[in-house]
């Protein structure tokens, strides 16, 4: 039926079987479940970080690129913005946890974060919809 030269006529070449969930816990876990282990300060930075965005959106469009200074600029109204709500959460969770051995590293970790949030959710909105991602193939794929 197939020639030599065939690949589907050898018995020794089997499809490959599917990856089972036992390999890949994280991936048959719940969405909700997984962003419920993000930390308190993410709640109540990300709003502001949004917030921002969705600003720059309205003034700019939606494919305006800003520049560092301006990047730099918006940090540091979010940080002052969000500052006192961020230590009052650490100063909580420092009661709760009272073996923690290092401790925040203040306004420049703070900015950090923030930055770190600002350019992710600015590459996010960027996506055309539907793409799947940088490590993925292409559309055809």
């Known amino acids: 039926m197939y020639g030599k030269d065939c690949m589907y006529s050898m018995p020794h070449m089997m499809n490959i079987p599917a990856w089972q969930q036992q390999y890949h816990p994280m991936a048959a876990m719940p969405v909700q479940q997984l962003e419920n ?3 308190r ?5 990300y709003p502001r970080v949004q917030h921002y965005c969705d600003m720059m959106d309205m003034n700019y469009g939606c494919f305006y690129c800003p520049t560092k200074e301006e ?3 918006m ?3 979010i940080c002052d913005e969000v500052e ?5 959460a650490i100063c909580e969770e420092m009661k ?3 073996d923690r051995q290092l401790g925040f590293g203040g306004r420049r970790l703070l900015r950090a974060f923030v930055g770190t949030l600002l350019i992710r959710e600015l590459l996010t909105r960027r996506r055309p919809y539907g793409f799947p991602g940088y490590w993925y193939g292409y559309y055809g794929y």
């Open 96 to 98: 709760e946890e009272a």
């Open 37 to 39: 282990m993000y930390p």
């Open 41 to 45: 300060t993410y709640y109540i930075v």
């Open 84 to 88: 006192a709500d961020v230590e009052a």
């Open 71 to 73: 990047l730099d600029r």
């Open 75 to 77: 940090c540091d109204k």
